[in-house]
């Protein structure tokens, strides 16, 4: 007799950019497992999201979200100052050791080179065993290493860019496929791309690629 399968388990990253917007709060699955990364425990406090840990330096959480957090019985990591990874890379490493899927909210806004050091942390070879994809409002960038479905509305806009080296890429769904084709980080060739169906088919045999959903 084959053994039950054990359900995949999501957590929820809430990061310290833009507060998540009330749509990005509805659309969470149930009871997620949300970790925080530093001001993100405020943005979770306000949603009303329980979080199971916040990790960070704590140079940016206000004391009353920290205060309602330590009393509502979250587990607090800090960690110094002077440190070489990011809160939310802190947070994605607690993250890839709980989940089979994680999604990060609040990882827009604030400084440029917060949001494309957050967008290229995504896609880092610790966490390759985990399906990753971030929320920004609207906009949606989703982690691609093997095969992965992408649920979008016909007509959408999907741009592929490969991180941190050439990805081989192969496409169905989209108006321009690609066959077995190198995608080079250093050319916009991925770029406005266009959903033919509701679930467009990426497969990348080689390199990781981020799918965006502007």
């Known amino acids: 007799?084959?053994?039950?399968?054990?359900?995949?388990?999501?957590?929820?990253?809430?990061?310290?950019?833009?507060?998540?917007?009330?749509?990005?709060?509805?659309?969470?699955?149930?009871?997620?497992?949300?970790?925080?990364?530093?001001?993100?425990?405020?943005?979770?406090?306000?949603?009303?999201?329980?979080?199971a840990v916040a990790v960070g330096d704590m140079d940016s959480v206000s004391p009353e979200a920290l205060t309602t957090a330590e009393q509502?019985?979250?587990?607090?990591?800090?960690?110094?100052?002077?440190?070489?990874?990011?809160?939310?890379?802190?947070?994605?490493?607690?993250?890839?050791?709980?989940?089979?899927?994680?999604?990060?909210i609040g990882v827009g806004g604030g400084r440029l080179d917060h949001l494309i050091g957050n967008l290229n942390v995504l896609a880092?070879?610790?966490?390759?065993?985990?399906?990753?994809?971030?929320?920004?409002?609207?906009?949606?960038?989703?982690?691609?290493?093997?095969h992965r479905a992408i649920e979008v509305e016909p007509g959408t806009t999907v741009s592929l860019f490969a991180l941190g080296g050439p990805a081989r890429v192969t496409t169905t769904g989209l108006n321009w496929p690609l066959n077995d084709e190198v995608l080079d980080p250093l050319t916009s060739r991925g770029v406005s791309n266009r959903a033919t169906t509701p679930t467009p088919q990426i497969t990348v045999s080689e390199g990781v690629v981020l799918a965006v959903i502007p």
């Open 1 to 51: 007799m084959t053994p039950p399968t054990e359900p995949a388990v999501t957590v929820v990253v809430v990061a310290g950019g833009d507060p998540p917007t009330s749509e990005e709060i509805a659309r969470l699955p149930g009871n997620p497992v949300v970790v925080a990364a530093d001001h993100g425990l405020d943005h979770a406090v306000a949603a009303g999201l329980i979080v």
């Open 72 to 104: 509502s019985g979250t587990r607090i990591e800090r960690h110094p100052p002077d440190k070489d990874q990011t809160d939310l890379e802190l947070a994605l490493e607690l993250a890839a050791r709980l989940a089979d899927r994680v999604i990060v």
């Open 124 to 146: 880092s070879s610790a966490w390759a065993g985990v399906e990753i994809e971030a929320w920004l409002g609207n906009a949606q960038a989703v982690v691609v290493r093997g």
